[in-house]
């Protein structure tokens, strides 16, 4: 079992930065590919990206390339996401995941564990 808690959201202006946190406990974190996914009011779940268990890869979907990164601190059992150049079509719920397999993966589905979500709000 996996308990991950979000944390770092908020209201921000359009071409703002936040950094989300989520911090793991539970079974070992450096065992589990962590992923972030985003959903907005009416849409579904989306793929944000994810970071392999070493954090030495990680996967971004287009519209998060280039202005997101995702890293992990093992030893802290926290992932983290960089948001820059934030636009208001990034406002949503973002929940980390964790999906206990060496393999990445962009579908939600495929994923464990789940966080209860943080609210990103950009504001033109």
Known sequence: QVQLVE???GLVQAGGSLRLSCAASGRTFSSYVMGWFRQAPGKGR????????????????????????ISRDNAKNTVYL??????PEDTAVYY????????YSSIW?????W???TQVTVSS
């Open 82 to 87: 960089q948001m820059n150049s934030l636009k």
């Open 7 to 9: 944390s770092g959201g």
């Open 109 to 113: 589905q495929q994923y464990d564990y």
């Open 115 to 117: 966080g209860q979500g």
């Open 96 to 103: 980390c995941a964790a999906r206990y397999r060496h393999e």
């Open 46 to 69: 989306e793929f944000v990206g994810s970071i392999s268990w070493s954090g030495g890869s990680t996967y971004y979907a287009d519209s998060a390339k280039g202005r997101f990164t």
